[in-house]
């Protein structure tokens, strides 16, 4: 299995670089390595909105718009950030070998 680096940039500014195993989601492996900031309630179900993440500008093509699940769930969380993504719905692939998120200041 094929590992990538995400960054994750949390509110203040702080970053943590972790590798990816490829094919695992962003929210599994950043529960699995101790990200802080992101609290996954419902286990990465697509349920509660409590994974997101702010794709960077340079990476929001590669990564993809939400899916059909996902939109009602961050609509829900009343998260207007266009960039937001469910980390959970984000399945790390070769090409995202880089990428650069950030992270919300509190997940509801």
């Known amino acids: 299995m094929a590992m990538v680096n995400v960054t994750f940039i949390a509110a203040d500014g702080s970053e943590q670089r972790i590798a990816v195993a490829t094919g ?34 340079a990476w929001q093509a590669i990564v993809g718009p939400q899916g059909e699940y996902e939109g009602p769930v961050v609509e829900a969380t009343g998260d207007e950030e266009p960039s937001v993504r469910l980390s959970c719905q984000v399945t790390v692939t070769d090409e995202l070998d880089g990428l650069v998120v950030r992270l919300p200041a509190a997940q509801t």
């Open 24 to 57: 695992t989601s962003l929210m599994e492996a950043a529960v699995g390595q101790g990200v802080d900031g992101i609290d996954a309630e419902c286990g990465g179900n697509c349920y509660c909105g409590t994974c997101r993440v702010y794709v960077d500008p």
